[in-house]
């Protein structure tokens, strides 16, 4: 009976070893340490960026599609009808950068009025009467951009090159992406 006991303990003793083998290799084996990683380093360069007719065209483009996009899910569902209204304004800001002052200035009406639409979209008051408005103001200036500021029609004044002294507001943009990047 002692034989059987002093067997019974002896396997009992090899099993738990040998289940524990792995954690008892963890725990006496030295763990690799963590190497520093060597911080990276960016330098920004000035690119020299040209106006050019595909640059005029896509943002043209967009604004149109963003405006278009408006005018068919006008009133389903707000959130995307602020998101157009906020793309169709960048873009149009966008495209009258390329103009030349004289002609820019003509945008700025209409800039004014999407403005006014967006107002009334953030606020999310478009009851019947208010959505009329800006389904209609929204397509009014989708027209007019389509007559009066396609490429074959605006191409004579277009900008040669980008003068920060006209729109200072790429000179501070520049800066803060530069700005950010520092950080």
Not at 99 to 118: F, G, Y
Not at 164 to 183: D, L, M, N
């Amino acid at each position: 009976m002692r034989r059987w006991i002093s067997l019974l303990l002896i396997l009992v003793i090899a099993a738990s070893l040998a289940g524990c083998s792995e954690e008892w290799r963890r725990k006496f084996i030295r763990k690799k340490k963590d190497v520093a990683k060597k911080p990276r380093i960016y330098q920004t360069k000035r690119y020299t960026k040209e106006p050019t007719e595909a640059l005029y065209t896509k943002h043209y483009n967009y604004t149109i599609s963003w405006l278009s996009e408006l005018v068919d899910d006008l009133g389903q569902n707000g959130k995307k009808d602020a998101r157009c209204i906020e793309e169709a304004l960048g873009q149009i800001k966008d495209v009258r950068f390329f103009l030349v002052p004289e002609k820019a200035k003509e945008l700025d009406r209409h800039i004014n009025r999407l403005k006014e639409v967006q107002e009334l979209i953030l606020r999310r008051d478009l009851g019947h009467a208010n959505m009329d408005y800006v389904r209609r103001s929204v397509e009014r200036e989708e027209r007019f951009l389509r007559s009066e500021f396609y490429y074959n029609k605006i191409k004579k004044y277009l900008k040669e090159s980008f003068d920060e002294e006209e729109y200072p507001e790429i000179e501070e943009a520049r800066a803060q992406v530069i700005s950010k990047g520092a950080e």
